[in-house]
């Protein structure tokens, strides 16, 4: 019971203290100890974020369909990268240094060159996208599948299976804990990922309609569109911690 | 007839000198021989080889006639850690050898029912191997062990990391299993109370390189009940392997 009454506590405190940075926010805002033009108030975002819905709902769609053909893509890429380079050694020899290499490229200085490769629909997005996700996944699939134990593999192979029946039955599962802790954090850089090659050349998304509001000037609209950006990233990773959930059934009991 | 044929087995691990030498040994059907010797001294390294996990440098490993020298899948092998695999259920780990040979999932669950029961792990089928005790996982490796072939098991240290009580209920219940399934056995342990009241055969592995220098047969049939332990005969046979070892 007192556990209980714990945890609740424990689990309000975040609230409280979100709300409590909303209130001061509102009141810097409305006493105009900011000029309300420069930082509208939580209110006003709220106003701003319910008068252009359908719009802003319009090009989430946009903007998520990117960020999930992109994911999907990244996925398999990484994948089949480290199956490959965990099967053979010359093959991870040849190309972990550059799977390394690509990282130190920063994605926000491609993501013109795709624009000009690409032209203005999506597949540049899903492009840019695909890149920033595919390293975090090969690399933790790598890891998890080198860090499998020895003698549980020679168990395998004094059962006669195969390289491809201990992947499957060992590696593969043994990996998947450190898989979804980097599908988590890929997830919130892919939707960024995505909105910020909108920026740079589009008809729609979310990103598109950050540049188009931040011409008018509308600060409400942009915060709005900030909040929204957060909240899908927000939703994302939950995604992804249900997912685990559903595929990792031996992780809840413990 | 399948019995296990061990001649002149000699290894090393790269580079190094022999860690055993000229090894012999033969477990006919149904008998439990133990290997008996110190920490360290290359008991597990003969599994290794025996069960085609590592090459021989010289010497064959004869399995029902077939010669089995470095081929892996033939026997079935428990190494020393239980190694259940943590993110299937206890009936799908024990299934695995099963699946392996190519089963289908459900002809696989369907098959281990049988042994679920007599193992007693009746119950936790469903359940994660990190949810079951020790003495219950150890059972869930042996069944998995014995899914695996029926032909012959090597067994190594299963009851060692066991508690006192544990392991003294796992060697009245494993008394009484072995007698119903006739598995022929090979065990290393160096528990010499468990070897004597176990075994058919306890063979002692020493020196270095290592070799089987001396074999004792307990004559005591089989099943035999804990009270043995009690007996004069039984301290007989263990001042004489405290001796030769
Ligand atoms: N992979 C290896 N490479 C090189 N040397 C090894 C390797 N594994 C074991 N050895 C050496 O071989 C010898 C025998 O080891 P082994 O594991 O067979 O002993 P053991 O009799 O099973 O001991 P224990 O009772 O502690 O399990 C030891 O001296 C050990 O250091
Ligand atoms: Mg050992």
């Not at chain 2, 390294?45 to 470095?70: C, Q, W």
Request: with cysteine.
């Amino acid at each position: 019971m007192k556990r209980k009454l714990r945890s609740t506590t424990s689990n309000l405190l975040p609230v409280a203290s979100i709300l409590a940075l909303l209130a001061i926010w509102e009141l810097v805002s409305d006493t105009g100890l900011v000029p309300k033009f420069m930082l509208p108030s939580p209110v006003d975002i709220c106003a701003a974020f319910i008068s252009d819905f359908p719009l802003l709902w319009e090009n989430s769609w946009v903007t998520l369909a990117e960020t999930f053909i992109g994911l999907l893509f990244g996925i398999i890429i990484g994948f089949v990268m480290a199956m490959l380079m965990d099967f053979f050694t010359p093959v991870r020899k040849a190309l972990y240094p550059i799977v390394v290499i690509t990282q130190t490229i920063p994605a926000v200085a491609i993501a013109p060159l795709l624009v000009l490769w690409f032209g203005y629909e999506m597949v540049p997005k899903i492009i840019l996208v695909v890149f920033i996700v595919f390293f975090p996944v090969t690399v933790s699939l790598l890891d998890g599948f080198e860090s499998t134990d020895r003698d549980t593999i020679n168990l395998m192979r004094s059962m006669g299976a195969g390289k491809m029946q201990i992947f499957r039955y060992v590696k593969f599962p043994a990996a998947l804990g450190n898989f979804f802790s980097s599908l988590k954090i890929a997830v919130s850089y892919a939707v960024v990922g995505a909105v910020i090659s909108e920026w740079l050349g589009g008809f729609c998304g979310l990103g598109v309609y950050m540049t188009r509001v931040k011409k008018s000037y509308s600060f409400d609209k942009m915060f709005a569109v900030i909040f929204l950006i957060s909240a899908l990233s927000l939703l994302l990773m939950f995604g992804v911690k249900l997912l685990k959930k559903k595929c990792m059934p031996w992780e809840n009991k413990e | 007839m399948n019995e296990l044929i061990i001649k002149d087995v000699s290894f090393s691990y790269t580079g190094g000198e022999n860690v055993i030498e000229n090894i012999n040994l033969s477990l006919k059907e149904g008998e439990l021989v133990s290997i008996l010797g110190v920490s360290g001294c290359g008991k597990s390294t003969l599994f290794n080889v025996v069960s085609g996990l590592r090459k021989a440098r010289t010497g064959t490993i004869t399995l029902a006639g077939e010669d089995i020298t470095g081929k892996p899948g033939k026997i079935s092998y428990m190494l020393q850690k239980d190694l259940l695999l943590p993110y299937r259920t206890i009936e799908d780990n024990v299934a695995l050898p099963l699946i392996l040979s190519g089963m289908r999932k459900k002809e696989a669950r369907a098959q281990v029912q049988d042994g679920i029961k007599r193992f007693g792990l009746d119950g936790v089928q469903k359940k994660y191997p990190s949810e079951l005790s020790g003495g219950m996982r150890q059972r869930a490796a042996l069944l998995r062990t014995y899914m695996f072939s029926s032909k012959a098991a090597l067994l190594d240290e299963p009851f060692s990391a066991l508690d006192t009580l544990t392991k003294s209920e796992m060697h009245a219940w494993y008394l009484k299993v072995m007698d119903e399934i006739k598995l022929s056995t090979l065990f290393i342990t160096h528990d010499i109370d468990e070897a004597i009241l176990l075994s058919d055969r306890i063979c002692l592995m020493t020196g270095k390189p290592a070799t089987i220098s001396e074999e004792i047969i307990i004559t005591q049939p089989r099943p035999r009940s804990r009270d043995f332990t009690l007996t004069t005969e039984f301290l007989q046979y263990k001042k004489q392997i405290l001796e030769k070892l």
